[in-house]
Nanobody
Framework: QVQLVESGGGLVQAGRSLRLSCAAS????????SGWFRQAPGKEREFVAA????????KYAGSVKGRFIISRDNAKNTVYLQMNSLKPEDTAVYYC?????????????????WGQGTQVTVSS
């Protein structure tokens, strides 16, 4: 079992930055691929970014590529999502997820573990 806890969300003006953190506890987190997803009100959950356990491979949704950076520190059992040049359309609850293995899934159903989410609100 892996427990995930997100933090770092908040209210920010458009164009500014936020960094989300996802702290993992339980089994060895370094053997898991990690993903960030988000869900805006009235919309379906969507893939944002993923990273493998080595941290050498990453994948991004087109809407955030070039603005967001996913990274991880296995020594700290933590995954990060650096969000730059934020836009109002980035407003959503952001969820951290994890799955055994190194494949970078973009479908939420492929992930076995989820955090409780952290709210990000971007004002115009």
């Amino acid at each position: 079992q892996v427990q995930l806890v997100e933090s770092g969300g908040g209210l920010v003006q458009a164009g500014r930055s936020l960094r989300l953190s996802c702290a993992a506890s339980g089994r060895t987190f370094s053997s898991y691929a990690s993903g960030w997803f988000r869900q805006a009100p009235g919309k379906e959950r969507e893939f944002v970014a993923a990273i493998n356990w080595i941290g050498g491979s990453t994948k991004y949704a087109g809407s955030v590529k070039g603005r967001f950076i996913i990274s991880r520190d296995n020594a700290k059992n933590t995954v990060y999502l650096q969000m730059n040049s934020l836009k109002p359309e980035d407003t959503a609850v952001y969820y951290c997820s994890a799955v055994v293995g190194s494949y970078l899934h973009t479908q939420g159903g492929r992930y076995d573990y989820w955090g409780q989410g952290t709210q990000v609100t971007v004002s115009s």
